[in-house]
């Protein structure tokens, strides 16, 4: 809004420059080129009718430089007048130009958000007697949507949940993104525990690079972090397959990282040998918080190279987020741990980033 404000005193400060340069010159030297530029300046700020008011202030200001001057003639004033004239029309034609691009490049990113709620929708606000939220920070602002996932669905077996990056970049991460949040939404409700759901997984992804064929069927694979509560809250299992763990905020806002009890490669890679991933289970009490997130976060490094500590920098965020006794929401929490990792990585996105945190609320 505020550069909206200032637009209009661009091209005005070009013509007042030129005023002075006129006035503080020999009155062989000219300012015409500097009044030529106000309505090009003015062409990307300004709509149609602002454009021409400038083209005609400046050949206002042009002809009575060159009276002061005595310089008006055909070379200094007519010339000169033709040429803003023509300017001014020419910066009409850029404007319109632009405003047709702009327009297409709205469509495109709502088409874009579109696809992307398609693609990965947002999780209810509330379910089953959690309060979710959930974020996604893609690495280019074009890019919408990438290669990272979340997903929470309520199921018989209570609510289960998959946090998800996927191998490689653009159309094809896309594309396998959707199968695995396919097969997710199917085998969450189907397998009876969570080992069962992740075997499904496995299984449905083979299956998928498969048909794919390629480099997909040879080394396609996503790292995920699939969990399920039980039914009365009280505990959270999880299975870890090669995916940054996830943080157990407690109700005092202490941050404990829930590091897997034995490492286990991403899902699709079934077909280089049988893997034992256990199932871990933690405690979940009410007034505790579970987020999870991809290694957009974990990975996030300063111009040192030290990596992001979410573990360390959370409860700091939320005693900063607290004041006059209340707490800061679970979406004023993500908010503001996706700001603290863009300050500590300089302002630069270096990989897509999807948060998804789950707070158990006090009865």
């Known amino acids: 809004m505020v550069?909206?404000?200032?637009?209009?005193?661009?091209?005005?400060?070009?013509?007042?420059?030129?005023?002075?340069?006129?006035?503080?010159?020999?009155?062989?030297?000219?300012?015409?080129?500097?009044?030529?530029?106000?309505?090009?300046?003015?062409?990307?700020?300004?709509?149609?009718?602002?454009?021409?008011?400038?083209?005609?202030?400046?050949?206002?200001?042009?002809?009575?430089?060159?009276?002061?001057?005595?310089?008006?003639?055909?070379?200094?004033?007519?010339?000169?007048?033709?040429?803003?004239?023509?300017v001014t029309v020419l910066a009409v034609l850029i404007n319109r130009t632009l405003h047709r691009q702009n327009a297409r490049t709205r469509r495109a990113l709502h088409i874009a958000a579109v696809a992307q709620r398609a693609v990965l929708p947002r999780p209810p606000s509330r379910l089953d007697g959690l309060e979710i939220a959930a974020r996604y920070v893609p690495a280019e602002n074009e890019a919408m949507i990438g290669g990272d996932l979340y997903v929470v669905q309520?199921?018989?077996?209570?609510?289960?949940?998959?946090?998800?990056?996927?191998?490689?970049?653009?159309?094809?991460?896309?594309?396998?993104?959707?199968?695995?949040?396919?097969?997710?939404?199917?085998?969450?409700?189907?397998?009876?525990?969570?080992?069962?759901?992740?075997?499904?997984?496995?299984?449905?992804?083979?299956?998928?690079?498969g048909r794919r064929g390629g480099l997909e069927q040879q080394e396609g694979f996503t790292t995920a972090l699939v969990a399920e509560f039980s039914t009365?809250?009280?505990?959270?299992?999880?299975?870890?397959?090669?995916?940054?763990?996830?943080?157990?905020?407690?109700?005092?806002?202490?941050?404990t990282v829930l590091e897997p009890s034995q490492e286990a490669p991403p899902l699709g890679m079934i077909t280089l040998g049988d893997w034992v991933f256990p199932i871990d289970s933690f405690s979940f009490p009410p007034g505790s918080t579970l987020l999870c997130y991809t290694d957009g976060i974990t990975e996030a490094s300063d111009a040192a190279g030290t990596f992001y500590d979410a573990a360390a920098r959370l409860p700091i965020l939320l005693r900063c987020g607290t004041s006059a006794?209340?707490?800061?929401?679970?979406?004023?929490?993500?908010?503001?741990?996706?700001?603290d990792v863009r300050r500590h990585a300089g302002g630069r996105r270096q990989d897509d980033q999807a948060l998804l945190a789950l707070h158990r609320p006090y009865a």
């Open 325 to 339: 006794g209340t707490s800061a929401t679970l979406s004023q929490t993500l908010d503001a741990l996706v700001r």
């Open 232 to 255: 009365d809250l009280n505990v959270v299992r999880v299975v870890n397959r090669g995916h940054p763990p996830p943080l157990l905020l407690d109700p005092q806002g202490t941050a």
């Open 3 to 86: 550069q909206q404000r200032r637009a209009p005193w661009i091209p005005v400060g070009v013509i007042v420059l030129a005023v002075v340069t006129d006035l503080a010159t020999p009155p062989n030297v000219t300012s015409a080129p500097l009044l030529m530029a106000a309505p090009v300046s003015a062409a990307p700020l300004l709509m149609p009718g602002g454009i021409v008011a400038v083209g005609l202030v400046s050949m206002v200001v042009h002809a009575g430089l060159t009276r002061v001057d005595g310089t008006f003639g055909w070379h200094r004033g007519v010339a000169n007048q033709v040429t803003l004239l023509a």
């Open 154 to 209: 309520s199921t018989p077996h209570g609510t289960r949940l998959m946090v998800g990056d996927v191998r490689g970049k653009g159309l094809g991460a896309v594309n396998a993104v959707c199968a695995d949040i396919g097969a997710f939404r199917y085998a969450a409700d189907e397998a009876e525990d969570l080992g069962q759901l992740v075997l499904a997984l496995e299984r449905a992804l083979v299956r998928e690079g």
